[in-house]
């Protein structure tokens, strides 16, 4: 019996589980309510809440909400935390349920030196997950900035077990997955493009975020649709206290965030915008024969109303578009367009004190249009994808030994994708491919899942779900399972030994092009002929904090095996009329490494150091000679440090450092000449001994920042003014990274010759902040 | 501030558009040079089969005289054994000699013949039957302008009837006689002779795309072929349509793909099979059409 079918048995006995232990709850108190900012009403997602007396707690939701259930009896004091506040004790009494929303108090605000800032909580130990890292917005903000723009993604990619792709490629890697294999959500909806400028900044505003969290590895069963992560952002709330302006004046981009109460404590509105203006300071310093065009903007704007006590609605909205074109006589010429826009519905509403639901209904479109030329011949690729979806998910908490989930999600999709490539004409007019003539392609993709996190013990932990996708086109349908597991032991109270196994199935594809350099990100639905990808992943780790949870560490480590991985066939051209199902071969590929992460989270001294060793590789049987080889970002070592250090009240400093193995790409090892009649080959043909045989240089780029800090008071001492002057230095030391390698051939000698292009040199920025 | 602002957009806009571009030497992989052979035999010509070996990818040696194979044995086999002895032809296009290896004994239709090479202490053995149908060309004419995958050319177009009842494989062969003014179409770079001073030579260009009957088994065919070679109004060809065997047709097939995932840099690279065990090339056999007078409109 393999290790999958032991799991689907458990999880029938988990639902079973579930429905005896909650009918036998006993007699219990329930304390609820919400975590927010004393200052903004903002809720504070991941707070926690820990009962002095039981020992036991709970943590807040993506909406703020917690719920934790204490036995009937006499008083205890309940800790509330969040990092960056300040503690706030509550002593209750446990002789009836109790609805208490508490408001804690930014630690920041408190002038004194000597801040009383809450003790970081230890739930990356004591919490049956694994593979789940929080990113503080704040963290976020004061780390180093490309061109001033302070950046998610960039975060995301110095995390262990993530990589960038090479400068200049879009999108992140997650434990040997591809970049469509992560599931990145705003507010629940699927951005299917989060960056902007071929991945140098993220599609995503940090002043309008709430939080930012990634699940790598022991995913809950909540989440679905992609193989390798999912990264979970939520946009703020708005201010429900009073209105606050932030903006910032960068060097090549300005933003600006409005939010404030609609009815005080109410309703609360937020709405932040955010364009640049490259295009128009580049004109003048172009040298003569070079154009380009470069611009892009994001819209993010969000409304909240406490319809009642246990009704809260949520309406959000974002768009973000990027329009660019580069023109050079002798090199790359490009032109593209893309965007994404979500518009999200949410309604919360609280069954009694345990039970709460949360439904939403999204609309989300992307849509890409890239035309590449590169030497004789050119490129272009349609790709739009339209959701409309809609999901429902109920958070049960019936006692303090479970938090059970269940739901269940539905979104059609329509796809609408295609490519082409083609020697240019003669008279230089490229044939555009007929977007209005691509047929879409239809799809329902659909999910019930149930989940609990069960403490079993004091020691022992839970976190056990499962969820059926199902996926249908006129042609197929696919049903399957997945199930999941997350079991944590603690040996100690600062350390515990996780073990995770998950079951993943993404029904989309994005076929990824061996050779373009350009983000050729072509959508496709899972059909008869491209069947679902899978995969299964295993990954143990052992957590340890130190010093009343200032320093985290964690050493993980991973098995990862993926199945129908799609690849195009060796020699496909896309054509306007190439079927792209047909033009694809199916293979396996496999990851496994392990990951060291320490953190220090609290002091003038914050930051992390990660390392990352993997191997990943992938398997096809109609390419490279069936045989095994590396993934196109198998990198064997990827190390990252960050560090944040305050120097004064005013003055805070942050470096970051990365380095990381080339990724891999092909080249043919040998020549052979073609003798007999071999003109129009140019007499001479390339023997390839392996797919990725080669490595690019290691990528390794050190960045520095420093942010001064002037608080004021404006019209006559009644508004706060905050500034923030923003110095960074991108690539302190100038490393040219690699891009990509191309081969040119001296047409006399027929000598080949190998070239390197790099892209971003040392870039130091300025940007002025303000908030008021 | 405001010369700090200034200095900042400058470097910035320069980091965009100074995209730095270099020449690099790659570490050479580990690459054990093979044996390639290069061999067709056509029905009444006595056998040619260019041995070279090959060379690692950023190897200097190009020429066909440093990668030829020189001191094999090699035989063919027929009715007779055929010895192959050293010889050499010089490509008047590019001014140089092209090495080979040439037999003694006309090849005929309706044979099976068996090759064997021993080179380095190695044998390599293969056969090939020469039993293709011999088509006739029905017409040829000239197009200005073509689109195919090749992209927009001009074109020689060749009418024929495929032979019913088997698998052909066919591609186009034309031979003329050109002068130092004419250029090659290379793909890498207008290039043209520099030591016939004016004269005119032979040429024998082979069409890179292979054409397969299936589906069309018996039915009228039309290749659109461009040239390897400039031309000029009136000059005058002889175009002729060869038969291959299956594993010539695959092998060719498959660089011409290879040539045109190196040319479009958004094709997936091809890795070539080999037809012969242990080493490189193929060894098969071609049977040509009649030749038809063409006669450049243009």
Redesign the interface.
């Known amino acids: 019996m393999t290790l999958h079918n032991v799991l689907q048995r458990l999880s029938l006995c988990l639902v079973f589980t579930i429905l005896t232990t909650v009918s036998t709850i006993a007699q219990n108190v329930t304390i609820s309510g919400y975590i927010k900012d004393s200052e903004t009403g903002e809720t504070l997602i991941g707070a926690t809440v820990y009962s002095t007396k039981t020992k036991t707690g709970a943590s807040a939701n993506t909406y703020g909400f917690y719920s934790l259930s204490l036995p009937k009896g006499d008083s205890t004091g309940l800790v509330f935390t969040y990092l960056g506040y300040t503690a706030q004790i509550k002593k209750v009494v446990l002789s009836q349920n109790i609805e208490l929303t508490v408001k804690l108090l930014p630690s920041s605000s408190q002038l004194s030196e000597v801040t009383v800032t809450a003790k970081k909580s230890d739930e990356n130990v004591q919490k049956p997950q694994m593979g789940v890292i929080d990113i503080p917005i704040q963290k976020i903000k004061e780390l180093p900035a490309i061109l001033g723009e302070t950046d998610v993604l960039k975060v995301v990619q110095l995390l262990p077990g993530v990589q960038s792709g090479n400068e200049g490629t879009t999108g992140f890697f997650v434990r040997g997955g591809n970049s469509d294999q992560n599931l990145v959500q705003l507010d629940e909806a699927v951005v299917y493009n989060p960056n902007h400028l071929f991945g140098l900044f993220s599609t995503f505003n940090t002043r309008a975020l709430n939080n930012v969290t990634l699940i790598k590895g022991g995913f809950p069963a909540q989440y679905g649709g992609r193989l390798s992560s999912i990264l979970d952002i939520t946009m703020k709330e708005g201010n429900n206290q009073k209105y606050k302006v932030e903006g910032g004046i960068g060097i090549i981009s300005s933003n600006i965030t409005i939010e404030g109460p609609i009815v005080k404590e109410k309703a609360s509105f937020i709405i932040s915008a955010r364009r640049t203006y490259l295009d128009l300071l580049i004109k003048p310093f172009l040298p003569k024969g070079i154009t380009t065009t470069y611009n892009f903007y994001d819209l993010n704007a969000k409304i909240n109303w406490q319809v009642s006590k246990r009704d809260r609605l949520f309406l959000s909205a974002f768009k973000g578009n990027d329009k660019a074109g580069y023109t050079e006589a002798s090199s790359i010429n490009y032109g593209i367009k893309f965007g994404n826009s979500t518009a999200t519905l949410r309604w919360n509403h609280l069954f009694g004190q345990k039970l709460f639901v949360n439904t939403s209904i999204i609309y989300n479109t992307y849509l890409l249009n890239l035309s590449t030329v590169q030497g004789k011949y050119y490129a272009q690729v349609y790709s739009g994808i339209n959701d409309q979806n809609a999901k429902t998910e109920f958070q049960y908490y019936p006692n303090s030994k479970h938090k059970i989930m269940f739901g269940a999600n539905y979104t059609y999709h329509t796809f609408t994708s295609q490519g082409k490539s083609d020697k240019i004409p003669k008279n230089l007019q490229l044939a555009n491919l007929k977007t209005n003539q691509i047929p879409p392609r239809y799809s329902n993709e659909m999910a019930v899942y149930l989940n609990d996190e069960y403490t079993i013990t004091k020691r022992i932990a839970l976190n056990a779900g499962v969820r059926t996708p199902a996926f249908i086109t006129k042609d197929v349908s696919y049903y399957t399972w997945e199930p999941r597991a997350t079991l944590k032991v603690s040996v100690d109270s600062s350390s515990s030994l996780k073990a995770a196994y998950t079951v993943m199935n993404q029904f989309l594809h994005i076929v990824p092009s061996s050779s373009a350099s350009l983000p050729f990100d072509l959508w496709i639905p899972s059909s008869k002929i491209t069947k679902p990808e899978r995969s299964e992943q295993y990954a143990l780790g052992y957590f340890r904090n130190f010093k009343e949870n200032k320093y985290e560490a964690s050493v993980e480590v991973y098995y990862k095996t993926m199945q129908n991985q799609v690849a195009f066939k060796e020699g496909t051209q896309l054509l306007e009329q190439t079927n792209i199902d047909s033009s694809l071969v199916f293979g396996k590929g496999w990851s496994y490494g392990a990951e060291f992460f320490i953190k220090k989270n609290v002091g003038k001294l914050t930051g992390w150091l990660a390392y990352t060793l993997s191997w990943t590789n992938q398997k096809f049987k109609d390419l490279n000679y069936g045989e095994t080889f590396p993934f196109k970002y198998d990198r064997r070592h990827v190390l990252s440090a960050v560090a944040t250090y305050e120097l004064s009240k005013r003055w805070t400093l942050s470096a970051d450092f990365v380095f990381s193995t080339g990724s891999a790409y092909t080249l043919p090892v040998g020549r052979v000449n073609v003798a007999d009649g071999g003109s129009l080959y140019d007499g001479v043909y390339y023997v390839y001994d392996k797919r990725n045989n080669y490595r690019l240089n290691p990528y390794h780029r050190l960045d520095i920042g420093a942010t001064y800090r002037k608080n004021k008071t404006l019209f006559k001492g009644k508004v706060p003014f905050v500034s923030e002057w923003v110095f960074s230095i991108y690539n302190v030391y100038s490393h040219r990274n690699p891009y990509f390698v191309y081969l040119t051939v001296d047409p006399v000698t027929q000598e080949p010759k190998a070239k390197q292009v790099s892209l971003l040199p040392i870039i130091p920025s300025v940007t002025y902040n303000f908030k008021f | 501030m405001r010369k700090?602002?200034f200095l900042?957009?400058?470097?910035?806009?320069?980091?965009?558009?100074?995209?730095?571009?270099?020449?690099?030497?790659?570490k050479p992989?580990q690459?054990d040079?093979?044996l390639?052979i290069?061999c067709?035999l056509y029905p009444g010509k006595v056998p040619?089969l260019?041995l070279?070996t090959?060379?690692?990818?950023?190897?200097?040696n190009?020429t066909?005289q440093q990668?030829f194979a020189r001191g094999a044995s090699i035989t063919i086999t027929g009715t007779s054994t055929d010895n192959l002895v050293e010889d050499s032809v010089f490509d008047n296009?590019?001014c140089r000699w092209?090495p080979?290896y040439k037999g003694s004994i006309p090849s005929i239709i309706g044979q099976t013949y068996y090759l064997s090479v021993t080179y380095a202490g190695k044998t390599y053995t293969a056969s090939t039957t020469i039993n293709q149908p011999q088509v006739s060309i029905s017409s040829t004419s000239f197009v200005h302008?073509f689109?195919d995958?090749?992209?927009?050319h001009e074109g020689v177009i060749v009418d024929f009837n495929d032979i019913a009842g088997s698998n052909n494989y066919y591609r186009f062969?034309m031979n003329r006689m050109i002068d130092s003014s004419v250029y090659?179409?290379?793909?890498?770079?207008l290039?043209h002779s520099t030591c016939t001073n004016g004269s005119f030579f032979h040429?024998?260009?082979?069409?890179?795309s292979i054409y397969f009957d299936k589906g069309i088994d018996g039915q009228s065919m039309q290749f659109v072929i461009?040239p390897?070679?400039k031309h000029k109004l009136n000059d005058t060809a002889y175009v002729f349509v060869q038969s291959l065997d299956k594993n010539s047709a695959e092998f060719y097939d498959n660089?011409?793909?290879?040539?045109?995932?190196?040319?479009?840099?958004?094709?997936?690279?091809?890795?070539?099979?080999t037809k012969i065990e242990g080493c490189?090339?193929v060894f098969g056999s071609a049977v040509v059409s009649d030749s038809v007078l063409f006669v450049y409109p243009e």
């Not at chain 2, 090959?54 to 200097?60: E, G, H, I, L, T």
């Not at chain 2, 040539?259 to 091809?270: D, Y």
């Open positions: 700090f602002f900042v957009v400058i470097l910035v806009s320069l980091g965009f558009i100074l995209s730095c571009q270099k020449d690099v030497k790659l992989l690459y040079s093979q390639s290069e067709i040619q260019f070279s090959s060379v690692p990818f950023f190897s200097s190009t066909p990668l296009f590019r092209v080979y302008s689109h995958v090749y992209g927009e062969q090659g179409a290379s793909n890498l770079g290039i040429i024998k260009e082979f069409g890179r461009e390897a070679f660089i011409d793909k290879q040539k045109l995932a190196q040319l479009n840099p958004f094709v997936e690279p091809v890795f070539l099979k490189i090339g």
